[in-house]
């Protein structure tokens, strides 16, 4: 067997034989088949990279048929079980789990990162005081890295470092930051003596500067384990936007910005936001047999169903399931969770979502525990930016350090107008 691919052009009957590499061919390979000498060339068409490779990378591997999702080698269920999300993310960034030492100074740097400048708050102030918490997310991202011109240097270790540390421990104060503004509550200040998760719990929570307030353990653990799910997932929308703008030698606070921007769209990471609605909307389950008669006429989507990769039951939703009713020990039960519940046993047994292989994913169910946990549905987006930022980071330096990639750019077909005059 040869790893080639021999491609007959029947416009001119000239055969190609073009290499196979990592079961992949080259795009750019294409190119010498050409009808015409002056031909550009044949290209690929495949809008939304629906089957193109734009990377190889190393940090997460998917096989979306059989419902699997690795990080650097390691299924996401054992990690969720033994680890916790910054030596998931520092798994994620580095390619190997933490020693014992290496994960206090991973530790020590992130926490003792997490204080924004006084005029971040002020940049903050000026956000309207209904301004969405992702729009004020994204807009403090941005503005970061005027705060950090030394971000530029992106080709040095230590300086890319130093930002990694500053995006990882002060995305959640921004977070916060941007909640406590939209409720016209006093900002509150990260406690360094509190674990990532319920760090973020009593910069959210906290009454008051002057009210102790401690986050309630299962619940701060609970956090933990939605961040590990949502800290990678390959090639998806978000990721592709972090690796594009990287490519463009921009600094990793404005990539993060672009990668939150992408983030933000209801069809990445504001589907939960989309799901609470849609649950709230249809209100009981009687309501349900009426929802799918839509949904089969093409009239509306199942939000939180159906993925680009997962043609099968999304690892992260089977998780969410469990925790979901950890947090509802503490909580009380979310109504909504029935509703969600009765839905996918509709759907699941419906040859309509068979046979576009429509499972759960991850936003199915992470939207009601989130609103259990008390955060308002416009902090979803937000919720799952916090973690993704360890993924972002992660691809971001892959491709910058990786010598085969360039500024991203890709081809199009143009059928407009030829060359005309007025
Ligand atoms: N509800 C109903 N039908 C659906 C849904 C859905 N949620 N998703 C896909 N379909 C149908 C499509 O209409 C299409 O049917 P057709 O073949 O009759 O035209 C078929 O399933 C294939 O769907 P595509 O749109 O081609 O799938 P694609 O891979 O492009 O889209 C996406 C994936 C965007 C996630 C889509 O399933 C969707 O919009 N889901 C709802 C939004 C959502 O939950 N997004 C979260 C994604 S996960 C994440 O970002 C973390």
Redesign the pocket.
């Known amino acids: 067997m040869t790893d080639t691919l021999t491609v007959r052009d029947d416009r001119t009957g000239k055969e190609y034989k073009i290499q196979i590499q990592d079961g992949a061919v080259k795009a750019m390979d294409l190119r010498q088949i050409k009808a015409s000498e002056k031909d550009f060339g044949l290209m690929t068409y495949d809008p ?1 990279f ?1 089957n193109t490779a734009s990377c190889k990378s190393r940090i997460t591997f998917i096989d979306g048929d059989a419902g699997i999702l690795r990080y650097r080698g390691y299924p996401i269920e054992e990690l969720a079980e033994k680890k916790n999300y910054l030596e998931v993310a520092y798994l994620v960034l580095h390619g190997e789990l933490p020693t014992k030492s290496e994960y206090e100074d991973w530790v020590h740097s992130v926490t003792y990162h997490t204080m924004v400048h006084e005029n971040v708050k002020k940049f903050m102030d000026g956000f309207h005081h209904d301004a969405h918490p992702m729009g004020m997310l994204v807009g403090t991202l941005g503005a970061l890295s005027t705060f950090y011109p030394d971000a530029k240097n992106i080709f040095d270790a230590e300086s890319r470092n130093l930002q990694i540390y500053r995006l990882i421990a002060k995305i959640p104060t921004l977070a916060a930051f941007a909640y406590r503004h939209s409720r016209g509550m006093p900002y509150i200040h990260p406690s360094n003596d509190l674990g990532y998760a319920a760090n973020f719990l009593s910069m959210m929570y906290t009454p008051s500067p002057t009210t102790k307030y401690e986050p309630n353990e299962t619940l701060a653990k609970a956090l933990d384990v939605l961040f590990i799910l949502h800290a990678d ?1 390959e090639q ?2 978000s990721a592709n936007a972090m690796r594009s703008i990287g490519s463009s030698h921009a600094d990793p606070f404005s990539a993060a910005a672009g990668a939150a921007a992408a983030l933000y769209g ?4 504001g ?1 939960n936001e ?2 609470i609605r849609m649950l709230t909307e249809i209100g009981s389950v009687e309501k349900i047999p009426e929802v799918i008669a839509q ?1 089969k006429d ?1 009239k ?9 990769v997962y043609k099968n039951y ?1 690892p992260r939703a089977r998780i969410i399931k469990k925790v979901a009713e950890e947090v509802f020990q503490v909580t009380g039960r979310n109504r909504l969770l029935d509703i969600a519940l009765a839905l996918e046993k509709v759907a699941l047994s419906d040859d ?2 068979i046979k ?1 292989k ?1 499972y759960p ?4 169910y992470s939207g009601i525990i989130y609103q259990a946990m008390k955060f308002p549905s416009d902090m979803f987006p937000v919720l ?1 930016a916090i973690p993704r930022m360890s993924g972002w980071l992660a691809q971001w330096q892959e491709g910058l350090l990786d010598p085969e990639q360039k500024i991203a750019r890709p081809r199009q077909l143009y059928l407009g107008s030829p060359e005309r005059h007025i």
């Open positions: 939304a629906q997932h998806n929308c209801p069809l990445h990471g589907a989309e799901v949904v093409g509306r989507l199942l939000m939180g169903f159906g993925h680009r999304d309509y979502f576009r429509l994913n991850v936003d199915f799952f």
